[in-house]
């Protein structure tokens, strides 16, 4: 089975037990939602991420949409079970803080883990919590699922763990976004060899397709860090360039928060924005 060991760390669910568990009564999917359901479940038994479960106390439903490329991705309900657990109030680090320490470097190397939360097993006294209901059957996961309360903050801790020697030296890591920068072009090699030696230790594997080695630039966590510093994401702009005029509530949300991410490229962005602000205020 994939995944970090036991030893090493879980995901723990904590659930208050003055929440009453909850178990959803099973939605009905279209023929091409319960095909993609089916294959999603093919897939996680094949990796030994899920297994059968019976007489579950918390229940949820499977959540099927249309991803930008055409396929179908496949979550998990876990709205109930995420109330009855308290908030992990372990710290994410600040994005720009990330960002602004590894802009100026020579070399960079962009990973992205293989899997994202998969690597981390479920505890095992919380792996039935987890239980989904499709039309073959009930199961439940064996490792941390996408869409968990505090599933972010295990990552990080983990993470944490792993490379407290390299974070802010020769690395910087938010949750699965992993990168090694390098000042002097001879010393890339090196952290490159340190931080594979401590993602074998710990049995962690990497996306090789989302993955860049020993590049000038790239993208990392939504901005284009360079060695001359941070630029602004074309990906971002172009987006942006090509939304229509705003004509909902919804609309207009989503247009504030495309200029957000680019706050620091903009002049007096907030003082611009304002009557966009305004609208806002006044529809609550």
Known sequence: MPGISLDVTSHELNVDNTFKPIRQK???????????????????????????????????????????NGKWRVCVDFMDLNKACPKDSFPLPHIDHLVEATAG??????????????QIQMHPEDQEKTAFITERGTYCYKVMPFGLKNAGATYQRLVNKMFHEQLGKSMEIYIDDMLVKSLKLEDHIPQLNECFGTLNKYGMKLNPAKCSFRVASGEFLGY??????I???????????????????????????????LNRFISRSTDKCLPFYQLLKGNK
Do not use: C
């Open 224 to 229: 284009l860090v360079t060695e001359r510093g």
């Open 26 to 68: 099973s939605r009905k999917l279209g023929p091409e939602k319960s095909q993609a359901v089916n294959a999603e479940v093919d897939r996680l038994l094949e990796a030994g991420s899920i297994r059968e479960v019976k007489y579950p106390k918390w229940l949820a439903n499977p959540v099927v949409f249309k991803k930008k």
């Open 105 to 118: 470097h020579k070399l960079l190397s962009f990973m992205d883990a293989f899997s994202r939360y998969n």
């Open 231 to 261: 630029e602004a994401n074309p990906k971002q702009i172009t987006t942006f360039l090509e939304m229509p005029s705003p004509k909902t509530t919804r609309e207009t949300q989503r247009l504030t928060g495309r200029i957000a991410a």
